[in-house]
């Protein structure tokens, strides 16, 4: 096949998948802008130019660009100088999210929001975005921290009182909520009301399955270990419905629009996700300051965009949520 057939086809294989989402949106089977929990603050509009591939030049050239640290700043901190004396942060993270940590099939590299950021902070620290990814799955996340596998946890991962008594959070750097995925041809599941005597799939060690005994106390709740795991489980009809982060479900419809549609309303809580750090260190102080300045000099948004709204067609940057201190 000669370079410019490819080139034509890929286009226009990107264009059907773009338009796929946009309809979507417009039957109220995927998330607009506005409801979208990539602008859970300030909301958003939805554009049709928007190219489901990630841009690896402008995703790189943002890393390249991040901001180091002086000597000082991090010679003061205990938990930012054994990294840089180990030469690598020791990232927990994932290869399978669309669009926040996804390994790469030409190069290998894992890029993303999520893994972006531990991109930003690896330079920051070493003056070189050196990481070393453990992969983890949201029961593991924990034991990475507490046995030193790792030195942080880039997940997507919610905040809350249960987790921080094992270990300790930096941010939160972004919100999420639930959002219901079923499999296209499903008109019998609209939103939260109709989950009641389904067959619903959430992550194992989330906050999924109490989520759903909240919304749904008659539906059977299945627990899957990864997110590809519950997708794959929907797609077979194993599972009526999957609940999950609805930054996760983005990511599904970007890769997969004709499998797949998002409906009702995102619901539940507001989900905080957040930097994991181990527990009694000096860690957490350090990342905040760093993530503050970060989202200051306009680097927070610049990968927002390239990862997320240029990927989906939401157009308004959000606000980032308040660090916690």
């Known amino acids: 096949m000669t370079t410019f057939k490819t080139n034509v086809l890929r286009k226009i294989a990107a264009l059907a998948v773009a338009s796929g989402l946009l309809f979507a949106a ?152 639930q959002a219901i995925l079923v499999a296209k041809n499903n008109t019998d599941i609209t939103g939260v009301d109709s989950l009641n005597g389904k067959k619903v799939a959430v992550q194992g060690g989330s906050t999924g399955p109490q989520i759903v005994a909240g919304v749904a106390p008659q539906a059977t709740v299945q627990e899957f270990q990864t997110d590809a795991e519950a997708t794959q489980a929907l797609r077979q009809g194993r599972v009526d419905a999957y609940v999950v982060d609805q930054t996760l479900q983005l990511g599904t419809l970007v890769k997969s629009p004709n499998d797949f549609k998002i409906v009702g309303e995102p619901f539940g809580n507001k989900d905080p996700y957040g930097i994991g750090l181990p527990k009694d260190s000096d860690a957490a102080a350090f990342v905040n300051d760093w993530l503050k300045k970060i989202e200051a000099d306009g680097t927070w948004a610049k990968l927002w965009k390239v990862t997320i709204g240029d990927r989906t067609g939401v157009t308004t940057v959000p606000t980032p949520p308040e660090i916690e201190q």
């Open 26 to 177: 417009g039957c109220g089977e995927a998330p607009t802008a506005a409801n979208s929990s990539s602008a859970p603050a300030s909301g958003g509009s939805s554009s049709s130019s928007a190219s489901t591939d990630l841009n690896v030049s402008d995703y790189d050239a943002i890393i390249n660009a991040g901001a180091v640290a002086d000597s000082a700043t991090v010679e003061a901190n205990a938990w930012a100088k054994s990294v840089k004396e180990a030469g690598v942060l020791k990232v927990g993270g994932t290869k399978t999210s669309q669009l926040f940590s996804l390994q790469s099939t030409t190069d290998n590299k894992v890029r993303g929001f999520d893994a972006g950021l531990s991109q930003l902070l690896a330079r920051y620290i070493l003056g070189d975005a050196k990481t070393e990814l453990t992969v983890v799955d949201s029961s593991t996340r924990e034991s990475v921290l507490q046995n030193g596998t790792v030195n942080s946890v880039f997940a997507t991962y919610t905040i809350n009182d249960k987790r921080k008594e094992k270990i300790s959070f930096a941010g939160p750097y972004y919100v999420s909520q």
